[in-house]
């Protein structure tokens, strides 16, 4: 195993610091089986992004969607805005030609193969 040192700055000027481990073996992330899922495509009204209620998830404080990339949901941080009935406004994040996962998302972190 080899450790690296990580310096990166983020977020208006903050110092991030960490450590990268090279593991020998897969993690078990990487050996994730796919996860069953509903997607659907982001609507665009009045010029502005919706998504459905169960395409938001909020966690660690931070409000965010799934993205379908590659078969793989990927995380994107959002900004949710008005709140439509079944769907949200999004005022930044998505550009509003995105394939969304949605539903229960409790298994979903990114990177999460998705079977539809």
Known sequence: MRASSLFMTALAGLLLAGCVHE????????????????VTETQVRDGRVRVPETAIVQ?????????LEEGKARARLVEPGKDRG????????LDGDET?????????????????
């Open 59 to 67: 966690r660690w404080d931070m409000p965010h969607v799934f993205v």
């Open 23 to 38: 593991a020998g073996e897969p993690t078990p992330f990487a050996q994730r089986e796919a996860v069953e899922q509903s």
């Open 86 to 93: 079944r769907y949200r406004e999004v005022l930044s994040g």
């Open 100 to 116: 969304l996962v949605v539903g229960d998302l409790e298994e979903v972190v990114d990177g999460t193969p998705i079977r539809q």
